[in-house]
């Protein structure tokens, strides 16, 4: 059992189709599965910063759960269950 997780922050994680599949047992919350990736340092910086000493999602960052934006709802505390899709991306801007 598994949930795939594509990360699409930068340019190098997207032209390179950046995705992991991260084995699950049961269901469990969207933040303890992103905090657990094995991301590089520098990408992580991309994603977390720390807020009264608390890993924070950065702002500008849309994720979602089979293809529903989930930051407008549960947020981190989404379960994520076996085959779900979670996408990390930027939010969309210009102008």
């Known amino acids: 059992m598994s949930v795939r997780v594509r990360v699409l922050i930068t340019p190098v994680q997207v032209l390179g189709n950046r995705t992991y599949t991260v084995p699950v047992a049961e269901p469990v919350p969207l933040g303890d599965l992103l905090r657990g990736l094995p991301l590089p340092q520098n990408e ?3 994603i977390w ?3 009264h000493g608390e890993p924070k999602l950065r702002t500008g960052l849309a994720v979602l759960v089979n293809g529903m934006n989930v930051m ?3 947020g981190l ?3 994520v269950h076996d085959g779900d899709r979670v996408s990390l991306i930027h ?3 210009g102008g």
Request: proline share 0%; aromatic share 0%; charged share 45%.
């Open 72 to 74: 407008h709802s549960a």
């Open 77 to 79: 505390d989404t379960e």
């Open 91 to 93: 939010g969309i801007s």
């Open 44 to 46: 992580e910086r991309e």
């Open 49 to 51: 910063e720390e807020q």
